[in-house]
Structure formats: structure tokens, C-alpha cells
């Protein structure tokens, strides 16, 4: 066992084909090996603990979505229920007076509050409004408010309302996925050169291109903006867009690693076999890549779907280039702030990321298994 | 089975996405209808290519060349105003909406000028600004800006009295002390009154009367009768006195009864101004951290009402603590009043924007006095130009006509600088609400504003903000502290900043 | 300068005629990466380096002038500067063994081929990744407030009378704020299913052929495929974690609260570039992170070439 480190990299090594059409890829439910005694005991114990370990991760947002269904007043009031709900109210004289449950003669009656009091209060009975207010000493305070199931659905459309929400929405899928498409062309051949080719300077290179993200992104702003604004960019996409074709450090870094990780036979068989070095990318490499690709791909849909600085300082004041980061800021203001908008606004952003997200997982399902044709 | 579940959840999606187009309040068919599109004067050419008409069904297929190419703007040959917006209000949705048809409505009038709006949210707003005229691209215009939101761009600003004598503005409409708040701090004549926030007590009528307690007095250097018939000067002691009694828990006992549960109040006495802690000594005396030496001071009265407001959140419980003022979930807007489970609170007039939720029983009374003396702390928000414009008269002209604008200061909750104005003002703010306010309070507290003002430039400005409110947060969160030596500590600590220079 | 990133380069005096080749065609691949590079990277740094001799604030008071080392010493000479970094360095000890380790663990249990219905756990511990971070900010304030938050409601309820106030207290601050870290893990946890789907099958397959229990198979399977990825999460933890304020900066609107624990070091370099608007002094602490970061890295490159394990490396 102790020289399994070594031993077994280099075992798995040979195993791996070569070409698209030779190779015999299976994914996922067809890897699995044959069940044994156990392995049921041992699924549902699993499968429990990321149960409990997912309701204790995904509370929070229960409890933002129930927000986003809350009115303020219930926001800010304790002891309400946890679920949407108004205070069942009885109009009387023009007022919408708050119902309680009141003791009253051995019973509970639900009854409107009246005049409030410290030591006693009057009550009117909502079934005879027109008879005597009722007197009930205590402290209305110690009793229970009525509450109603009643989800505002409203705090969705408002957000639509307010900002231009299907502007907003299309200007950032553009900038999302055009952004992705240049990270993933720029990083993926820049990771490539850096994983598969020696040259001189390779490692201070490499050391550089790390580097860039050793200095925190504020005090680059002033003079990239200026950068920016000479070029005539500022007010346009462009700042946001074209600096993603040139490569970014983070991803470069993940996909070197990742290919690092993928033996260098096959890359020399293809090149005996003739293919030049964009074939053996395209027909050797990213065949064997594609979770780090969607992996890639989906850092930087959620980063460009989520950042605020950028957009703030190249598109805000144009409105009909802004992104949706940059809209839902405005629920968020000195003098204005409504936490149900700002929930139901984070929902409604969160959706085409957490789609891209169900339509592409499957890539990361359980290890391949490469079973080589001819080896 | 997987691909299952993950083709079902995004067919939810899709159908969550289409039922919130749907249950929409706008007819789905003009998905641009912002509130932009009201039908504004001047949805012409003028406004160019940047501005298609909104509303138009095609909206979504028309951005792209204004977001690829350089967003043009205006007639060539314009010249062009850029009004840098929301450093404090004006970026709400809907006050962004009026505020384009200020700026179309300009355009229109004026050929041969394009003023072009610019939103910037409140919360990137200070740093988009620093980024712009770091690298030389500063705006024209910036406002509406308070005064010590200006003052965090010290040395920035144009002195305007060159184009004041120039187009003979007359500045004597304005109170004179208003037109001095705008020249301090040795950068001249830095702006031009617009709009006014003097303070006043908000308070809730219904939690007095359930409290057995007369309402506040709406004049100004009066006095209070007491539940037992005693008349008593209208001062901080008193409203402890009363804060105590409607400060309550959750069982119904107020915090001057035994038994009372301070980990469990439900409604509290008093709510200071506490955005900052020179305010909270401001609406006892005026005063200034410069010394007549220019070194730091603590101003006495500064010191006891820091005590005061310490003591009533940590001995007396009447005024939330810190934790609780910063609980979005408590004091979702910032202003706990606003719950509606506050019965009086120090604020100024442009706390009309949220008041409402407070309920229809809120009206206006007078601040207490401190020593015999009344001060109301004092806020003002004006419209500046830029020191680097390269457009100084083009962007003076911009400026009379937003000062003169009734609709922004409508929108900004703004009292008119210009007394002539006021009434037509406050006659527009009472219609959005049921109960009969006593706008006159505020008018009559105008009188009382703090000179100097709290907000007045002091030495390396930012960094002197930075150390207070790193005390004043440090106070409401801290029970059990010394505050004699916490504002000596602060004393030091200015100082130093003061001693290193820099803004 | 050698690399540290590569084995050490052997000493070759001329490269043959292939490896000529084979070299421009490495230069092509990255030419994307200088030219960008070159266009929008350098000038800025090379900007920010200036300023740390000089004298620039926003509104340039004192004329411009060259002023040497001032910036530097006066630096070294600042209290908060080392206070700040003694923040970010604590903050480090426990955010980082955390952020690396938790993800894998997520990751591995997603992997497992025991979990049932692994995709949508997949779906469902992706999800608060893409939460914009105000809103997780705002979302996890709620939770851990000592009023009102569910965290200290269930610690009430199973008993415990004085639950931890997490965001007001010096000595549960860093917790909390590594409990609402906990929300960005779907990056590290798609890394790492990325990289373990990278691992053959037939390697499990040989092991326990060869009698091997699960620890085993992941001490001596999983972990050293994994290696390069665990570096990369290791490497990126550390830039990140040392760059860490944009939470504290929201919760605590930059004042240190509670008790200056969240003055971390790149909010001080925050504030001075933005609310002071002390540029110069800015660059000066934003360089001595770039070094400090620099230096981490290089060990850490060093190290990796005992442990990290590549079974693809250019020869």
C-alpha cells in the first residue's frame, strides 16, 4: 500500500485512449459498480446526513423567501408567525382596528381592539359592532394577535414594475454570456500553452499572470477606468466585454491545474498520429475537460451575473445598458429600502444562473470510466 | 433520473419566470414600461440615439449599438452637462424617473446644451465619484448633495460667486444664514441654497393617549404638563421622564415600573438622530471639534448628550440599541419611528420620504431644550459644480434651473430655501396624508438650526467621520463603558489624524 | 528568476530545433494572456507603483511631488497597518482550513456513489453561490442576530440560555463571519467534482482489488489525483482570504465593530483609496499585500513539488 501514490497514477495513466471515436466514454448510473450487502445501509445513511446537512445549509434561504412574501410591517415586528401573514384587522368607524383573542368569562373571544389602554382597554365585538365597546382589564399587549396566510405575491410584481426588469434582464444575459464565451476561448488556449508547451520564461510567466491578482482590484480602478475612458469605452460594454477574451489569472490557474492532471501520452500519440497542436486541444484535451469547461464556464456566469463594481462605474447612468446588480441597488438606498423587494428582486436574479447551473451539472456526475478499445 | 430532475426544474423556472411576468400589475405587452415613459415633454430627437422611446415593444433588440458603441448623446456640437446623481436621495426608482423629465424638460428649452442624467445608487455612489475625477472624467453637476456629503470631496467644488456677480443671481432672496452655510471652509461661495431639512420631533399621538400622556408641545420654547398636573420646561429631562414611561415590554410594563423586561421591549420612549454622532450633540448646543486654537475640542454640551444618549439605551432602555438600529429585520429602513413602535424621535423635515409607515396618527412638535436653549440640528442639500468643468457657465445655467425646479424639491422632501415657496410646499406634502399635520412647526423650526453647522468641515474630514462613527457604533453596541474616557480616547485619536494632515 | 510554479527547468543550453517548435507554438497559445496583459494590466499596476512615491490624494492639497520612500516608512511606522494585518491573519487561521477542507467534504459526498439522487443535492448546494452577495450579506445578518435570527432562536429552544452573539461579539465574530462564507462553497465543491470526475474509475477498481478500505482509497486515490486541484483551492484561498473586507465593509459599514475585529487589512487599503482618499498611502499598503501575498505563494509553489502530483506535465 505504501507505494500506492506513485504506483497508481502511473497505472491509470496507460488506460487512457485515444481519439474521439475510439475512445469508449460512460457516465454516470452505467459506472456503477454492482451493489453488495451494505451498500444500502450505507446510501441511506449518506443520503441522510446531506439531507440535515442541506436543510441546515438552505435555512436562510427559506427564510429570504418568506421575506420575499412579507409585508414590512410583518418584517419588523416580533412575534409574528414564520409564515406570510397580515394581522386580521375589523373596520369600525372608518378604522381598521387590529382583532385579538382576548380572555374574557372563562372563554377566548376574538374581539377588535378598541381603545388601547395600560391598565384596561375597550374591545368591540366584531359580530355586534353596534353594542357597547367592551372593558377588559389588563394589558393588551400580552395578548395574541390574529393572523391570516397571506403571501405578498406583489412584492414580484413591484419589482417588475419599478425597475425595467426585461431590459435589465436581457442586457445581462448578454453580458454573461458573451463574457463566458471569451473567458472560456482565451482561458482555455492560454491554460493549454502554459499545461503542455515549454518555452523560456514559462515560470515567471506563469508567476506573473498569478500574480495579477495579488493587488486588491480598488487601487487598480482609478488608473484602469482611466485606461478605459481614453480608449472612449466608458458607457459601453466594451470595459466589461473585451478584457475577458485576454484571459483572466483564476480560470487560466484552475484549467493548467486540471489539464496537469491529464497524462501527456495521449497528447504525443495524436501528435505521432499527426494532429497539430489546436487538434490535440480540441480532439484530445477538452474531451476529457469538460467539467472544469462547465466549471469555468459557470464562475464566470455567476460572476458577471453578480458584480456590482464593474457596471457600476462603466454603465450606471446609462440605463439601458445597466445589469441587474446595478437595478436592484435601487431597493437598496439611503432613504429607501424595502427588504421584501430586495428578496423577491434576489430571486428573480437568481434564476437563469441556477438554471445554467441544472442544465449543465450532470457533467460533474461520478468519476468516467475509461474502458481504452485498443490500447 | 438525473437528467429528469434537472429538465423539471428548469421547466419550474421557466414557469416561475412567466408567472411573474404575468401577475405583474402593467399589462405584460410593454415590458419597458418603466416609469420613464410617462409621457414627458420631450421624448423627441433631442434626447438621441441612447434614449429610444421607451415602451416601444422592440425595446430588447435596441441596445446594442448604444451598449457596444459609445453611448452618444445629444446634437453634435452640444455642449455637454453631466448631472452626477444620488450621493444622498434621488435614486430611487421612481425619483429617477422625474428626474430624467427635469433633464428633458431642460433639453428642450435650452438648444445648444444636452444635460445628460446620471443615477448612480447610493451605496457605489461616493466611490464611482472618487474613480471619476481621480482619472480627470469628472462630472459638472452633482447633487442633491448635504453638506457633509460634499464635504467628502473637499476642495472639489466651484466657488460660484464669480458667476453669480457675473449673471447677476440675486442671492438675497435667500435667509442670509442659509447662504453662509455654503461658505465655510475657505472654498468661497460653494453653493446656492435649494433645499432646507430642519428638524423637528416626530411623534405618534395614539401611544401618548395610551399612555395617559398629553401630546408634545408644537411650539417651540414651551413647556409640558405632566400626567400629575405640573407644568415643566420642554426640555431632555422631561422627555426622559415621559420616554420612561412609554417605553414598555412585551407584558405591558413601562421601564419605571418593577419587573420591567429590558431584554423584551416592544415599544421604546425616544429615538435620537443618531446617523452620526455630532448631530446627537448638535440638538443640544451648536458646536465644532475645532478649537478656537484649531486643535480638537469636545464641546460640553456635546459630552453631556452623548451621556444622555448612552444612558438611555443602556440604563434607561427608552432608545434601541445599536444592534437593534442595524437589524434590517427590526428597523428595515433605518429609522426605527418608521416601525411605528417609537413615540418620539429627533429627525429632520426630508423624513417625510418614510414617515408614513409610521401610521396616520404621527405629527410634529417641537425639539427640547437644553439649558434654556433650543437647537434643531440642521440639513441642506444644494446642487454643486465641479471644480474641473470645462463648462462653467453652460453648467451655472443648469444649476438656476434645477434650484428652481419645483417638482425635484418636491421629490427630495425638501423645504423650499426661499420662504416665498414654502407654503405652496407644504400644501403639496399634507395631501399624502389622512391626519392634519402641523407643518408650521417645521417652518418655525428653521429659527432654531444649529450655527455653526454640525456637519461644517473640520481637518482630514473623512477620516475624522471614520473615528466618530467607529465610537458611535462602538458605544450603542457596548454596554458598561466608561464614556469619560471613551471621549477622551476619541480626543486623542483626532488629534492624531488631525496632526498627520490629509483629507 | 526561476519559476516556482514548474519542476526546477533543467539546464539546457539551446532549445533543439522541435523544441523551437514546439515553444513558438506555446507562445501563440498564451499571446491571448500577454496582450491583455500589456493592454489593460500593466499600465495600471505600473501606475499604482508610482503612487507609492508620490503624494496623490483625490484632491491633490500639497502639489504633486516625488517623495521617495515617506510612503513606506510612514507605513511601517502606522499602528492599524500591523493591527490590520494581525486581523486578516486570525481571520486566515480559521477561514482558510475551512474554506478548503469543507468543500472538498461536500464535494466527496456528492460524489459518493452511495447518496441517492446526488444531482439534485448537486442543484441544491450550488444554489446560495449564486445569491448576489448584498443579499447574502442582508440574508445572513437576519439569521445570526441575536434577536431574531433562526441560529440563536434553535439554541434558545434546545436550552442554551445566552446563545453567542455572533455579529456583536469580538469572540464570535470571526465564526460568524465564517459561517456566512459557508455560502459561497459551490465554487470549491464544483473544483473539486470537476476534479474528481477526472479520476479514473478502475483506480477505486485496482484498490480494492488490492483490499483497500474507503480511507485508504482516499488517502491513497483520491487525495494525490486531487492534488493539483487542492492547490489551486489552497493558492486561491490564500489570495482570497488575504483580500477579504467586502462583508465586514457591508455589515459594519467599515468601522472595525465590534472592537476593531473587522479592521481588516484590505479595508484599511480600501478606506484610504476611497473615504480618505489618500491614493498614495492606499497603493503603499495595497504593494505590501501584493509582497506579502507573493511571498505566501512562492512557498506554497515551493512546497507543492513534494505533494502536488501531475500526471500530465510537459516534459
Redesign the interface.
Known amino acids: 500500500?505504501a507505494d500506492?501514490?506513485v504506483m497508481?497514477?502511473r497505472?491509470?495513466?496507460r488506460?487512457?485512449p485515444f481519439g474521439r471515436r475510439r475512445a469508449a466514454l460512460k457516465v454516470?448510473?452505467g459506472?456503477?459498480?454492482p451493489r453488495e450487502r451494505g451498500?444500502r445501509r450505507?446510501?441511506f445513511l449518506?443520503?441522510l446526513?446531506?439531507v440535515v446537512?442541506?436543510a441546515a445549509?438552505?435555512?436562510?434561504?427559506l427564510?429570504?423567501f418568506t421575506?420575499a412574501l412579507k409585508s414590512?410591517d410583518q418584517?419588523?415586528?416580533?412575534?409574528t408567525p414564520l409564515w406570510p401573514a397580515d394581522p386580521v384587522t375589523f373596520s369600525y368607524q372608518g378604522k381598521d382596528l387590529p382583532l385579538l383573542l382576548v380572555p374574557i368569562g372563562g372563554t377566548t373571544r376574538t374581539l377588535a381592539l378598541f381603545e388601547?389602554?395600560?391598565q384596561k382597554s375597550t374591545f368591540i365585538d366584531p359580530n355586534d359592532p353596534a353594542a357597547a365597546p367592551i372593558t377588559w382589564v389588563?394589558?393588551?399587549?400580552?395578548l395574541q394577535n390574529v393572523w391570516t396566510f397571506a403571501p405578498h405575491?406583489?412584492n414580484?410584481?413591484k419589482v417588475?414594475?419599478?425597475?425595467?426588469?426585461?431590459?435589465l434582464l436581457?442586457?445581462t444575459i448578454?453580458i454573461a454570456v458573451i463574457g463566458t464565451i471569451g473567458t472560456l476561448l482565451?482561458c482555455t488556449?492560454?491554460a493549454?500553452?502554459?499545461?503542455?508547451?515549454?518555452?523560456?520564461g514559462?515560470?515567471?510567466?506563469?508567476?506573473?499572470?498569478?500574480?495579477?491578482?495579488?493587488?486588491?482590484a480598488?487601487?487598480?480602478?482609478?488608473?484602469?477606468?482611466?485606461?478605459f475612458?481614453k480608449l472612449?469605452?466608458?458607457?459601453?460594454?466594451?470595459p466589461l466585454l473585451v478584457?475577458t477574451?485576454?484571459?483572466n489569472a483564476?480560470d487560466?490557474?484552475?484549467m493548467r491545474?486540471?489539464?496537469?492532471?491529464?497524462?501527456?501520452e495521449m497528447?504525443e500519440a495524436a501528435a505521432i498520429d499527426g494532429a497539430g497542436?489546436f487538434r490535440t486541444l480540441w480532439s484530445v484535451l477538452l474531451p476529457?475537460s469538460w467539467?472544469?469547461v462547465?466549471?469555468v464556464a459557470?464562475?464566470h456566469l455567476?460572476y458577471s451575473?453578480?458584480d456590482?463594481?464593474g457596471p457600476?462605474?462603466y454603465l450606471?447612468?446609462?440605463?439601458?445598458?445597466q445589469t441587474i446588480?446595478?437595478g436592484?441597488?435601487?431597493f437598496?438606498?439611503?432613504?429607501?429600502?424595502?427588504?421584501g423587494l430586495?428578496?423577491a428582486g434576489?430571486l428573480?436574479?437568481?434564476?437563469i444562473?441556477?438554471?445554467a447551473?441544472?442544465?449543465t451539472?450532470?457533467?460533474?456526475?461520478?468519476?468516467?470510466?475509461?474502458t481504452g478499445v485498443d490500447k | 433520473m438525473e437528467r429528469r430532475t434537472g429538465r423539471l426544474g428548469a421547466l419550474l423556472a421557466v414557469v416561475v419566470l412567466i408567472a411573474v411576468a404575468c401577475s405583474s400589475a402593467t399589462p405584460s405587452t410593454t415590458p419597458a414600461a418603466s416609469p420613464s415613459s410617462a409621457p414627458s415633454t420631450s421624448a423627441s430627437a433631442d434626447t438621441g440615439a441612447s434614449a429610444s422611446p421607451a415602451g416601444s415593444p422592440d425595446a430588447s433588440s435596441t441596445p446594442l449599438p448604444s451598449a457596444i458603441s459609445a453611448g452618444s448623446t445629444g446634437k453634435p456640437g452640444d455642449v455637454e452637462i453631466r448631472w452626477y446623481c444620488c450621493l444622498g436621495t434621488g435614486d430611487a426608482p421612481e425619483q429617477v424617473a422625474v428626474e430624467k423629465q427635469v433633464a428633458d424638460a431642460f433639453n428642450a428649452a435650452n438648444p445648444g446644451i444636452h444635460l445628460s442624467f446620471q443615477a448612480y445608487p447610493y451605496s457605489g455612489a461616493r466611490d464611482a465619484l472618487a474613480v471619476q475625477i481621480g482619472s480627470g472624467n469628472g462630472p459638472d453637476i452633482v447633487g442633491p448633495v448635504g453638506i457633509g456629503g460634499a464635504n467628502a470631496f473637499h476642495n472639489q467644488w466651484l466657488d460660484l460667486q464669480p458667476l453669480i456677480t457675473k449673471n447677476n443671481y440675486d442671492m438675497s432672496q435667500y435667509p442670509k444664514s442659509t447662504v453662509s452655510l455654503y461658505n465655510v471652509g475657505g472654498e468661497g461661495q460653494v453653493g446656492i441654497p435649494f433645499a432646507i431639512y430642519p428638524s423637528v420631533l416626530f411623534y405618534k399621538a395614539s401611544l401618548f393617549k395610551e399612555a395617559g400622556l398629553k401630546e408634545p408641545p408644537h411650539t417651540w420654547n414651551s413647556t409640558y404638563t405632566m400626567p400629575d398636573g405640573s407644568t415643566v420646561p420642554w426640555d431632555y429631562d422631561t422627555i426622559r421622564k415621559i420616554g420612561l414611561l412609554l417605553t414598555v415590554d412585551k407584558n405591558g410594563k413601562d421601564a419605571t415600573q418593577a419587573g420591567f423586561d429590558p431584554e423584551n421591549i416592544v415599544q421604546w420612549g425616544f429615538e435620537p438622530q443618531r446617523d452620526d454622532l455630532r448631530q446627537v450633540g448638535a440638538y443640544w448646543k451648536a458646536g465644532s471639534f475645532v478649537g478656537a486654537d484649531g486643535k480638537v475640542q469636545i464641546p460640553d454640551a456635546w459630552s453631556a448628550a452623548w451621556h444622555y444618549f448612552y444612558d438611555g439605551i443602556w440604563k434607561d432602555h427608552m432608545m434601541v440599541t445599536g444592534p437593534q438600529f442595524l437589524n434590517t429585520d427590526f428597523n428595515p429602513n433605518g429609522y426605527p419611528f418608521f416601525t411605528g413602535k417609537v413615540a418620539m424621535s429627533e429627525n429632520y423635515l426630508w423624513s417625510t420620504y418614510g414617515v408614513k409607515d409610521a401610521g396616520d396618527d404621527w405629527n410634529m412638535a417641537a425639539t427640547p431644550s437644553y439649558q434654556g436653549q433650543t437647537t434643531a440640528a440642521f440639513n441642506a442639500d444644494t446642487f454643486r459644480i465641479l471644480k474641473a468643468t470645462k463648462h462653467p457657465d453652460e453648467a451655472f445655467k443648469v444649476l438656476l434651473y434645477l434650484l428652481q425646479n419645483n417638482d425635484l424639491i418636491k421629490l427630495y422632501g425638501g423645504m423650499p430655501a426661499v420662504p416665498s415657496k414654502q407654503d405652496a410646499f407644504f400644501k403639496s406634502l399634507q395631501a399624502d396624508y389622512k391626519q392634519t399635520i402641523d407643518w408650521n412647526v417645521a417652518v418655525q423650526g428653521v429659527a432654531f438650526a444649529d450655527v455653526p453647522n454640525f456637519e461644517s468641515y473640520v481637518p482630514a474630514y473623512n477620516q475624522t467621520l471614520n473615528l466618530i462613527n467607529t465610537f458611535g457604533t462602538k458605544w450603542q453596541a457596548t454596554s458598561g463603558l466608561d464614556l469619560d474616557k471613551e471621549i477622551s480616547d476619541m480626543k486623542t485619536q483626532m488629534q492624531a489624524i488631525w496632526d498627520a494632515g490629509g483629507n | 528568476m526561476t519559476s516556482p510554479s514548474v519542476a526546477r527547468p533543467r539546464r539546457q543550453p539551446r532549445f533543439s530545433g522541435l523544441a523551437w517548435r514546439r515553444a513558438r507554438w506555446g507562445y501563440v497559445f498564451i499571446a491571448p494572456w500577454i496582450i491583455g496583459f500589456l493592454a489593460f494590466t500593466l499600465l495600471p499596476m505600473i501606475t499604482t507603483l508610482i503612487f507609492t512615491l508620490t503624494n496623490v490624494t483625490l484632491s491633490q492639497d500639497d502639489p504633486l511631488r516625488f517623495v521617495g520612500l515617506d510612503n513606506w516608512k510612514a507605513m511601517f511606522a502606522d499602528q492599524r497597518t500591523w493591527d490590520s494585518l494581525g486581523v486578516t491573519f486570525k481571520f486566515a487561521l480559521l477561514a482558510l482550513p475551512v474554506g478548503v477542507c469543507l468543500p472538498f467534504v461536500v464535494a466527496l459526498m456528492l460524489h459518493s456513489r452511495h447518496l441517492k439522487a446526488p444531482g439534485a443535492f448537486r442543484v441544491l448546494f450550488f444554489l446560495p453561490y449564486v445569491v448576489p452577495f448584498v443579499a447574502g450579506v442582508f440574508i445572513w445578518g437576519g439569521m445570526l442576530n441575536s434577536d431574531s435570527g433562526w441560529i440563536d432562536g434553535l439554541l434558545k429552544a434546545i436550552g442554551v440560555t445566552h446563545p453567542p452573539d455572533w455579529l456583536e461579539d469580538p469572540a464570535w465574530i470571526y465564526p460568524g463571519l465564517v459561517i456566512m462564507g459557508i455560502w459561497g462553497i459551490g465554487a470549491g465543491m464544483i473544483v473539486y467534482l470537476a476534479g474528481l470526475k477526472g479520476i479514473p474509475t478502475d483506480l477505486y477498481e485496482a484498490a480494492r482489488i488490492d483490499g483497500a478500505g474507503a480511507f485508504a482509497s482516499l488517502r491513497h486515490i483520491t487525495v494525490p489525483m486531487m492534488s493539483p486541484v487542492i492547490f489551486y483551492t489552497i493558492v486561491l484561498g490564500v489570495v482570497d482570504v488575504l483580500q477579504y473586507f467586502l462583508v465586514p465593509l457591508v455589515l459594519k459599514n467599515g468601522t472595525g465593530d465590534p472592537g476593531g475585529s473587522t479592521n481588516f487589512f484590505n479595508l484599511y487599503i480600501y478606506q484610504n483609496f476611497f473615504t480618505f482618499q489618500k491614493m498614495s498611502y492606499g497603493a503603499t499598503l495595497a504593494w505590501l499585500l501584493f509582497v506579502i501575498t507573493l511571498v505566501l505563494t512562492l512557498l506554497l509553489f515551493g512546497a507543492a513539488r513534494r505533494w502536488v502530483y501531475y500526471a500530465g506535465e510537459a516534459r
Open positions: 500500500m500506492l501514490p497508481l497514477p497505472a491509470g495513466a488506460t487512457w454516470g448510473e459506472s456503477r459498480p451498500d450505507r446510501g449518506l443520503t446526513i446531506a446537512a442541506l445549509f438552505l435555512s436562510p434561504m427564510r429570504s421575506y414590512t418584517i419588523t415586528q416580533a412575534g388601547p389602554g395600560r389588563g394589558s393588551w399587549r400580552t405575491w406583489e414580484f410584481a417588475w414594475d419599478l425597475i425595467n426588469y426585461p431590459r436581457f442586457n448578454m482565451s488556449l492560454v493549454y500553452g502554459f499545461a503542455r508547451f515549454k518555452f523560456p514559462r515560470g515567471l510567466l506563469f508567476t506573473l499572470l498569478v500574480a495579477t491578482i495579488f493587488l486588491p480598488a487601487v487598480t480602478v482609478i488608473p484602469t477606468y482611466t485606461v475612458q472612449g469605452w466608458v458607457g459601453t460594454w466594451l478584457p477574451f485576454f484571459a483564476y487560466v490557474f484552475l491545474q486540471y489539464f496537469l492532471t491529464i497524462p501527456t497528447d497542436p476529457q467539467p472544469v462547465i466549471a459557470l464562475f455567476v451575473w453578480n456590482f463594481f457600476l462605474i450606471s447612468g446609462h440605463e439601458d445598458i446588480a446595478l436592484l441597488q435601487s437598496n438606498g439611503i432613504h429607501y429600502r424595502d427588504p430586495i428578496q434576489t428573480m436574479t437568481m434564476i444562473p441556477v438554471l447551473f441544472l442544465l451539472q450532470r457533467f460533474f456526475t461520478r468519476g468516467l470510466v475509461v
